[in-house]
C-alpha cells in the first residue's frame, strides 16, 4: 500500500466520488426501471400523466448527473431518447 501523503488522500478522494457516481448511477436505473413498469401497465389518461411526470424527474437526474461530470452528455442524450421513444410509443 502507498506510504506518501498524496497518495493516501488521492486513493481517499477516488474512493469518496465512486460512492457519489454510484449513487447517480444507481437512482437513475431504480427510476427508469419504475417507468418502464409502469408503461407496462398503463390502463388510462392518469397513468400516461404520471408516466410524464416520471419522466420529467428522471430527465432532471439526468441532467443532473452529466452536470456533474458523472455520465457523457452522449450516453445521457441516449438514455433521454430511449426513454423518449418508449413514450411515444405509447
Known amino acids: 500500500m502507498a506510504k506518501n ?11 469518496r466520488n ?4 454510484k449513487i447517480y448511477k444507481s437512482v437513475i436505473k431504480s427510476l ?8 407496462s401497465q398503463v ?4 397513468d400516461i ?3 410524464k411526470f416520471t419522466v ?3 430527465y432532471s437526474k439526468i441532467d443532473k448527473a452529466v452536470k456533474k461530470g458523472v455520465l457523457h452528455r452522449n450516453n445521457a442524450a441516449r438514455k433521454k ?3 423518449s421513444r418508449q413514450l411515444k410509443a405509447l
Open 81 to 83: 431518447a430511449f426513454l
Open 18 to 21: 465512486r460512492k457519489r457516481n
Open 32 to 39: 427508469t426501471k419504475k417507468f418502464l413498469t409502469n408503461l
Open 5 to 15: 501523503a498524496s497518495v493516501l488522500k488521492s486513493i481517499s478522494v477516488a474512493d
Open 43 to 46: 390502463n388510462n389518461t392518469d
Open 49 to 51: 400523466a404520471e408516466l
Open 56 to 58: 420529467s424527474i428522471l
